[in-house]
């Protein structure tokens, strides 16, 4: 894994973080100012590879799906294939029949 930085100083991932502007007060923002609670900044939780993990799990999920999906299309190709190589033996077969039975006619025909 490629990962800038040092070992004991990592570079960090992610959106930086810009600090908080704060607006500078006037003579008519002289009334008292009441400061609402923010919210507080989400604590990492546990390591970068433990970020990764559910990405990695749906990956996985998302290979398998696309393996099963590709072996049923083969599987639909094999059948589909089959289906048409009776029906052709089987036309073949009536053909062949319909000849035999024409060079019979023809032949009942000259004999007589």
């Given amino acids: 894994m490629n990962v800038p930085g040092t070992i ?12 908080l ?21 989400p604590a990492p939780n546990g390591t970068r590879t433990m970020h ?23 599987a639909y190709r094999l059948a589909a294939a089959r289906r048409l190589e009776r029906r052709a033996a089987r036309l073949h077969r009536r053909a062949e029949q319909a000849s035999l039975r024409a ?4 032949a009942r025909v000259l004999m007589h």
Avoid: W, Y
């Fill in 8 to 19: 004991g100083r990592p570079f960090p991932h992610g959106p930086r973080r810009e600090p």
């Fill in 21 to 41: 502007m704060r607006p500078t007060r006037t003579a008519a923002d002289a009334a008292p100012h009441r400061a609402e609670p923010r919210p507080a900044l």
């Fill in 52 to 74: 990764l993990i559910p990405e990695a799990m749906a990956r996985s999920h998302m290979a398998e799906r696309i393996l099963e999906a590709e072996s049923q299309r083969t």
């Fill in 103 to 106: 060079r019979r006619a023809l």
